[in-house]
């Protein structure tokens, strides 16, 4: 009887595996999902505001905006939604030590020659005894980024870099390079 109860549970481990890796793409997907619309929200905030007053009025998007789009997100979905960057402009945005590994790797995925606008990475983690489904998007740097994050900015948008982020490191940038990541994690 027990060699039957032991057999019958070897055969459901692999369709058990199956059922968390299926479980994991779903999560994948979420993610991308969560991403997708939080992007195109704050994208929609960054294109108003250029178009209302240039560059230095995006700056108060991403100064006040985009914390407030990122907790609707956050409260929307259930999952923790955010950004951060190797080179940080607010410090409340900086990476925990997996998104600081993980950002580690983008950079050296994109040495090797990959494409940034699709790189990304998921893993489920243990953080405090939980399982937790961790996923980060990179953000790679465009044209239109440069204007407040790129080596040579206008003395208006420095200036205004300089009263809201005294200790900014994100300028410096170029077009292409990996400007930081969305963050996204959900206990499971």
Request: proline content about 6%.
């Amino acid at each position: 009887m027990k060699r039957a109860f032991g057999a019958a549970l070897l055969c459901c481990l692999p369709f058990s595996t199956t059922i968390a890796e299926d479980h994991t793409g779903e999560l994948a997907g979420e993610s991308k999902v969560i991403i997708k619309q939080f992007m195109g929200d704050l994208k929609g905030e960054l294109k108003s505001a250029m178009k209302a007053g240039g560059p230095v009025n995006a700056i108060g998007v991403c100064n006040r905006v985009a914390p407030a789009i990122a907790k609707k997100h956050t409260d929307d979905s259930g999952w923790s939604v955010a950004r951060t960057s190797l080179k940080l402009r607010n410090p409340d945005n900086a990476p925990d030590a997996w998104e600081q590994g993980v950002l580690e790797k983008f950079e050296a995925r994109k040495a090797a020659g990959e494409p940034v606008k699709p790189m990304a990475y998921h893993e489920t983690v243990e953080e405090d005894g939980q399982k937790v489904f961790r996923f980060m998007k990179a953000i790679p740097t465009g044209e239109v980024c440069l204007k407040c994050h790129g080596a040579e900015l206008s003395p208006a948008v420095a200036d205004k870099l300089d009263e809201l982020y005294p200790s900014d490191e994100a300028r410096g940038f170029q077009a292409g390079d990996i400007r930081g990541a969305f963050t996204l994690k959900k206990p499971l």
